[in-house]
């Protein structure tokens, strides 16, 4: 195989490698099924965890994913290859090793995605410098086995590399960071409910004969001893601020479970069925609520279908979600909390993942 094979060899091979991550990163299950999904995701779990800010991240994310694209076309065209486009994208990996060494140092390496292919190709950040390394060093070959740039046009530069991070801002445009919710046909119809029953009761105490007025004082004492030690027993913990009471007033009240779903995640849907047989099981399981991610909310009727109960819900925006999932964290995310402490936090699929008789083995400890 002569230079000139070789050398378009490693082109395509390069070319490809970042197209490839530009496209993963744009990309949930499917290619480009869910463009802003996947770089809001990425801003979260990759950007985020490096200081970048709410304001900053949407930007950079969008820049650097456009130049990946750039980088890739620009190695198949023969325009300043050598001197400009070659020396920029060893550049630009010699970067990627330098953070992915940091984040090894740090957690080993053999755990968690890099975010190099974003969510689509998961990628510990060991292999992740591997596979840089070897482009680096596949780049190097190149660069020296080219001959010199002829006639090139700079400008056919800056039009990719602008064209390329443009698009990026049209497929994947930013979003104001909103909280829209939705609460269930459910959540209204019980209230609807409560009001009546409480009307009932009023009118019926209202009705009451004196006779019931004259119970004897040593049954509504040991009644009311009876109702101060039940009171006792259920108070729990001293009450703090959880910080999810901008989803539900009431939240930091009581034991609750808060959950943060996907409505077309199948964790999520056999999370929330498992909460819906709990909650059968014992008439006294705290009061389950969701926050939904704004990701295929057309599916959420056949989320509750499936659990085989309509819980009270929340929609908020993809980035808001992952921050308040936390750092870190994954769907299915299943809180239990008692006043507003967090007595277990159930996430992902791992060793952290929801499990029905764990938390029942926690609430009747």
Known sequence: MNKKNIAWAIRIVIA??????????????QILDSPY???????????????????????????????????????LINHHLKRITIPITIGLLVVFIGHLSYVTFLSGGNTGNCGCFGELIPMTPIEAIIKNIIAVGLLVWLWKILENDKKSNFWILTTVTLACILGLFMI????????????????IATEIDSLNSDSTKITTDLNLSTDLLDKSKDSLKTKTEKVTEDVKKDVGPKSVFSGYSEFYADIDKGQKILCFFVPGCEHCRDAARDLNALQKKHKDFPQVQIVFMDEEAEKIPDFFKYAGKQFPYKVIDVIPF??????????PGVVYLHNGNVIKFFD???EKAFNSKALEKVIYK
């Open 37 to 75: 999904f996947a770089i809001s995701t990425f801003e979260v779990k990759q950007l985020y965890t490096l200081g970048f800010s709410e304001t900053i991240a949407p930007y950079f994310s969008r820049i650097l994913i456009g130049i990946e694209f750039a980088l890739g076309f620009l190695l």
């Open 322 to 331: 992952w921050t308040k999932l936390g750092s870190g964290k994954d769907t």
């Open 348 to 350: 992902g699929i791992a």
């Open 16 to 29: 490809l490698l970042f197209i490839v991550s530009a496209v993963a990163k744009l990309s949930k299950g």
């Open 172 to 187: 994947a445009p930013m979003k104001a960071s909103t909280t829209s919710s939705f609460e269930s046909t459910e959540t």
